[in-house]
């Protein structure tokens, strides 16, 4: 399993899962709160970040 999923990949496994970069590696400072966490059933496609459609990482969340 990998520790890093981006952005059009599929979910290994339902859960939570959190924001951990941009794709393209430049910082993002201004991600809210609302959507540094995203739930996700087994399957579901990694969402781009919701507030600027940019491509992300996502990591599973303990």
Same mark, same amino acid.
């Given at each position: 399993?990998?520790?890093?999923?981006?952005?059009? @990949?599929?979910?290994?496994?339902?859960?939570?899962?959190?924001? !951990?970069?941009?794709?393209?590696? +430049?910082?993002?400072?201004?991600?809210? @709160?609302?959507?540094?966490?995203?739930?996700?059933?087994?399957? !579901?496609?990694?969402?781009?970040? +919701?507030?600027?459609?940019?491509?992300?990482?996502?990591?599973?969340?303990?």
């Amino acid at each position: 399993m990998a520790d890093r999923y981006k952005t059009g @990949e599929q979910a290994p496994q339902a859960g939570t899962y959190a924001f !951990d970069g941009l794709v393209d590696g +430049r910082k993002k400072d201004n991600v809210t @709160e609302d959507e540094k966490h995203i739930e996700l059933s087994n399957g !579901d496609t990694f969402p781009p970040l +919701r507030s600027s459609k940019e491509a992300a990482y996502w990591k599973k969340s303990n």
